[in-house]
Structure formats: structure tokens, C-alpha cells
């Protein structure tokens, strides 16, 4: 498996490792399955997850490689999640909504509390991460994203938005150049999929509101 560490090409004077190239191309893939609400999206993840765990590991990126960790196992529950959800549903179809405020908030202090505790853990053991600060907001970010979107949650969109923006700038950082190029496609990926997820919500919620006007 040492190969998947070694370079593949030169890119914009950018040295491009198999690990990092193959592992987020899955990524991708993952993303738009997301996007067209596919089951398919979290077994997806959890091989990106494996391959980018490789190569985090080995750069000493201890907070993206727990990421990875994380997104593995994550992904094994929106893949029960999203299995029970179309089962539920009568046309098999996974059903999104707007989280409530509460959720938000949750979400959101969630998000607050984990940073500061993964961060502060990562600059007490300076060995753990190279940028710590940074590695927490990304590792604590998707577990947030990827909860979310486990739950159905059209926020989860807003989540990954808020990753990449602190994602792009640390991969480039750290010499995961083809990581940084996707993650601008994520970008794009990210606000099609919320329009697409946005519309369906609202489409989902049409038959409640009928219900509670009868």
C-alpha cells in the first residue's frame, strides 16, 4: 500500500500523491450521490474515508486522519439511517427537511464545544497535528455535515460550505494540492446539491401542511 503515499504527476508545480488524488475523486463521487439523495453516497464515503486516512496518517495530520476515522464511521450509520428512512417511506425515497432551531442550535453548539475541545487537545500534544486550530475546525465541521445529513437535514449543505472554507487554504498548506482543487469543486458541488435538497424540502412539507389545513 505504499504506493498510494508515492506522487502521481506535477500539477501547477504541485506534487500530486496517489492517496490524495483517488481518495477524494471517491469524495466527489460521494458528494453528488448525496446530492441525488442515493444510498449509494455512504458506502462511497466510507472507502474515501479509508484512502485519505492513509494519507493524512502518514503526513502527521492527526485531525484529518481522526476526520477520516470519523467519516468511516458516520457513514456506516447514514447508511443504516437512510435504509431504515426508505423503508419507512412509501414511494422508498429519502425524505429532507430544514432542521428546527433547536437542531440548529445543537448543531451549532455542538460544532462550538467540539472545536474547542479537539483543538485544545491537538495544541496540548503539538505531535498530533501541525496546524491545530485549523484540523479541529475540519475534523469537528464534517462530523457535524455528515450527522446532518444522515438526519435528512437540508443544513448539512451549510456545514460543508463552512468546512471548505477553511479546508481549501490547509490542504494547500500542507501539500495536498488535488485535495484543495476538489474541494473548490465541492464547492460547486455543495450549492447545487443545497438548491436541489432547499426545493425538495419544501415539496416534502407540502402534504403536512394539507393534513394540518384538513
Given at each position: 500500500?505504499?504506493?498510494?503515499?508515492?506522487e502521481?504527476f506535477?500539477?501547477?508545480?504541485?506534487?500530486?500523491?496517489?492517496?490524495?488524488?483517488?481518495?477524494?475523486?471517491?469524495?466527489?463521487?460521494?458528494l453528488?450521490?448525496?446530492?441525488?439523495?442515493?444510498?449509494?453516497?455512504?458506502?462511497?464515503q466510507?472507502?474515501?474515508?479509508v484512502?485519505?486516512f492513509?494519507?493524512?496518517?502518514?503526513?502527521?495530520?492527526t485531525?484529518?486522519?481522526?476526520?477520516?476515522?470519523?467519516?468511516m464511521?458516520?457513514?456506516?450509520?447514514?447508511?443504516w439511517?437512510?435504509?431504515?428512512?426508505?423503508?419507512?417511506?412509501?414511494?422508498?425515497?429519502?425524505?429532507?427537511?430544514?432542521?428546527?432551531?433547536?437542531?440548529?442550535?445543537?448543531?451549532?453548539?455542538g460544532?462550538v464545544?467540539?472545536?474547542?475541545?479537539?483543538?485544545?487537545?491537538?495544541?496540548?500534544?503539538?505531535?498530533l497535528?501541525w496546524?491545530?486550530?485549523?484540523d479541529?475546525?475540519?475534523?469537528?465541521?464534517?462530523?457535524v455535515?455528515?450527522?446532518?445529513?444522515?438526519?435528512?437535514m437540508?443544513?448539512?449543505?451549510?456545514?460543508?460550505?463552512l468546512?471548505?472554507?477553511?479546508?481549501?487554504?490547509?490542504?494547500?498548506?500542507?501539500?495536498?494540492?488535488?485535495?484543495?482543487?476538489?474541494?473548490v469543486?465541492?464547492?460547486?458541488?455543495?450549492?447545487?446539491?443545497?438548491?436541489?435538497?432547499?426545493?425538495?424540502?419544501?415539496t416534502?412539507?407540502e402534504?403536512?401542511?394539507?393534513?394540518?389545513?384538513?
Amino acid at each position: 500500500m505504499s504506493w498510494l503515499n508515492s506522487e502521481a504527476f506535477t500539477a501547477f508545480d504541485q506534487h500530486i500523491k496517489w492517496s490524495d488524488m483517488i481518495g477524494n475523486i471517491v469524495g466527489l463521487v460521494a458528494l453528488a450521490l448525496g446530492w441525488r439523495r442515493s444510498i449509494w453516497t455512504w458506502p462511497a464515503q466510507f472507502v474515501s474515508g479509508v484512502i485519505l486516512f492513509v494519507a493524512f496518517a502518514s503526513s502527521h495530520l492527526t485531525g484529518s486522519a481522526g476526520k477520516q476515522i470519523v467519516v468511516m464511521a458516520v457513514a456506516a450509520w447514514g447508511y443504516w439511517q437512510w435504509t431504515r428512512g426508505r423503508r419507512q417511506a412509501q414511494d422508498g425515497s429519502i425524505a429532507v427537511r430544514f432542521a428546527t432551531w433547536r437542531e440548529r442550535g445543537c448543531l451549532l453548539g455542538g460544532a462550538v464545544v467540539g472545536t474547542l475541545a479537539v483543538g485544545g487537545l491537538f495544541t496540548l500534544y503539538p505531535s498530533l497535528s501541525w496546524d491545530p486550530w485549523p484540523d479541529a475546525y475540519i475534523f469537528v465541521g464534517t462530523l457535524v455535515a455528515m450527522f446532518a445529513q444522515a438526519r435528512g437535514m437540508v443544513e448539512f449543505w451549510f456545514a460543508w460550505l463552512l468546512v471548505d472554507l477553511v479546508g481549501v487554504p490547509l490542504n494547500f498548506a500542507n501539500g495536498f494540492a488535488f485535495s484543495g482543487f476538489v474541494y473548490v469543486v465541492y464547492g460547486a458541488l455543495v450549492l447545487w446539491g443545497l438548491r436541489d435538497w432547499w426545493l425538495r424540502s419544501r415539496t416534502s412539507a407540502e402534504p403536512t401542511l394539507e393534513g394540518a389545513a384538513a
